[in-house]
Every structure is written in structure tokens, then in C-alpha cells.
């Protein structure tokens, strides 16, 4: 199957060979943080060192969701449909209300300010949890540089009285995440100090309690490159970025196979029709191809 390297029989019944890789859009600086729109069919990511988020739709195309969009990175919905993004430049977590307000929930933790937040996700409670590396205010290439107040940390944000707890602080450089479809599991990916050798990366697996993580261990290590950002699909697997495409690995760990892409991939997305469409943010390019599985089901 051209395209695709089977490591587990049981990933050919995942991908397509009539379903081609396709390119909806190129000439980004660095794409990230894709999250779809079911109900305006239609997909945002941010072209981040351009400092703006791209809107792309089968009926409209590509078109500028918003800039300047103060270095803003990942991205996810709420439980009532409302954007919430991860901004750089601002150091925080905000949300796009339907009227267009954008409004800050998080931009400090016990008097000190964020580092850059960098990916996001909402739980089924509504409660907010996301990653909070160095990396955005390490260059200016990003959001500029800043000094850093906190470590590296996994945040739980309850939107409904503003309270943000540390729930993971062990981390070299905290990055994408996402919940098993049950929402019982935490998975983040750990991609380590930028600027050293031999940087710590790989995806870890944290079990979820009511307002926290424990029993946290190492669930896969990526290669070539590391994890950046992923999803999981409707039976639990995980669908990862990696530095030759896209990787996917069952519940266990077990890397099942591979989607080739021409670059490297930062971060992905399910959406389309059924949720069958990956959405692949890829240094400058965005990618998509339909697989045979859906994304587990999200706003």
C-alpha cells in the first residue's frame, strides 16, 4: 500500500489505498493546532509564526480566521461550542465567545505568570486542562522571548469558578494531549528541553481522577522524531504526529502503522464527514486524508 508501512496486520483495516493524501493548503511558516467545526464544516489551525489562524472549508477554501491572533497555538471546542485557544504572546488560555469577545481564563497560577501555553483540551465535565512548556518564550520565532516564572507544568482549569491546579509538574516540556474516548485516560506527550542534545521524548499515560492525574507511565516512544500533538480515534488508538508522518499505536502501545508524509508533522485533527478525515498540520503544509475509522467523538 503505497503511502502507508504496516507494522500490525489489524492497521490495513484503518487506512484506505484508494484515499490519497491530499494538500489543501501551502506557503505557512509553521502550521498547528487544527480543531474542526462539525458545525460549520469547517476546520481552524494556526500558521503560528505568522501570527494569525487559518480557516479552511470544502465550499470556501483557505481564508484568515483571524490576525494578528497574538501568537496563539493549539486549539479545542467547549462543551457549548466556543473556541478555546493557547496563546504565546499573551501567555495565557482564552476563549472565543459566539459574539467574537475574546476572553482570558487563565494567565497566572499562584500570583506567577504562564509560560506559553501551548495544546489544549475540554473534558465532558467542561472542566479545561493544557500543557504550559517554555517553548513560546524561548525565541522570538513563536511569541518572543520572556523570562519564565513557572516549570513546566499540566494544568486543570474549572471555568465555572476560575480554579487552576497543577495536576502533573514532573515534565521537561509538557506538549500536545488528549482523553481516551472514555475520558478515564490522559495521554501527553513529553518532548523535552529544546536546545540540549538529547532531549526526554515520548507520550505518557496518566489515569484521571475526579480532579487530578495519578499513576502516571510511559506509554510509547515515537521515532523517528517525537510526539508532538494527537488524537485518539473511537476504539482508543492513538493517532500521533511524528517526524515521517503520522503513527498509530493501540491502547497498549503497540504501534500498529504508519501514514508517510512528505514533512514533518506537528499536530492533527478528526473531522469531516463522520469524523473519517485527518486533518494534518505539517511544517508549512495542511494535509488530509480520509481513513477508515473514526476520530473518538469530540464538539
Same mark, same amino acid.
Given at each position: ?5 504496516? $507494522? ?38 494556526? #500558521? ?29 471546542? #467547549? ?39 501551548? =495544546? ?26 520572556? =523570562? ?12 465555572? #469558578? *476560575? ?83 503520522? $503513527? ?23 473531522? *469531516? ?10 511544517? $508549512? ?15
Amino acid at each position: 500500500m503505497d503511502g502507508f508501512v504496516i $507494522h500490525d496486520p489489524r492497521f490495513r483495516a484503518y487506512v484506505l489505498p484508494n484515499a490519497p493524501l491530499e494538500t489543501l493548503g501551502e506557503g505557512f511558516r509553521w502550521c498547528e493546532g487544527p480543531v474542526w467545526f462539525a458545525d460549520r464544516g469547517e476546520l481552524l489551525f494556526s #500558521d503560528l509564526p505568522n501570527d494569525r489562524v487559518m480557516r479552511w472549508s470544502a465550499s470556501g477554501g483557505l481564508s484568515v480566521f483571524r490576525q494578528p491572533a497574538n501568537f496563539e497555538n493549539g486549539h479545542a471546542r #467547549d462543551r457549548e461550542g466556543r473556541l478555546l485557544s493557547c496563546s504565546h504572546r499573551g501567555r495565557c488560555v482564552t476563549r472565543t465567545e459566539l459574539d467574537g469577545r475574546v476572553t482570558v481564563l487563565a494567565d497566572r497560577y499562584r500570583g506567577k505568570r504562564l509560560n506559553s501555553p501551548n =495544546d489544549i483540551v475540554c473534558r465532558s465535565d467542561g472542566t479545561i486542562w493544557f500543557t504550559d512548556p517554555p517553548y513560546g518564550i524561548q525565541t522570538d520565532y513563536e511569541g518572543g522571548k520572556q =523570562d519564565s516564572e513557572l516549570p513546566a507544568t499540566v494544568y486543570r482549569l474549572d471555568p465555572r #469558578d *476560575g480554579a487552576l491546579s497543577a495536576v502533573a509538574d514532573d515534565f521537561q516540556g509538557p506538549n500536545g494531549l488528549c482523553f481516551s474516548p472514555d475520558e478515564g485516560l490522559l495521554y501527553i506527550a513529553e518532548s523535552g528541553l529544546q536546545f540540549v542534545e538529547d532531549p526526554l521524548q515520548q507520550i505518557r499515560v496518566f489515569e484521571v481522577a475526579e480532579t487530578g492525574l495519578r499513576a502516571g507511565r510511559v506509554f510509547h516512544r515515537v521515532e523517528p522524531g517525537f510526539a508532538d500533538g494527537f488524537r485518539c480515534d473511537e476504539h482508543g488508538n492513538i493517532w500521533s504526529s511524528a517526524g515521517d508522518g503520522v $503513527h498509530c499505536i493501540d491502547p497498549s502501545g503497540a504501534l500498529l502503522g504508519r501514514i508517510l508524509v512528505p514533512s514533518t508533522v506537528s499536530n492533527l485533527a478528526f473531522g *469531516g464527514r463522520d469524523l473519517s478525515r485527518l486533518f494534518l498540520c505539517a511544517s $508549512h503544509t495542511l494535509y488530509a486524508i480520509t481513513v477508515n475509522v473514526r476520530g473518538a467523538r469530540l464538539l
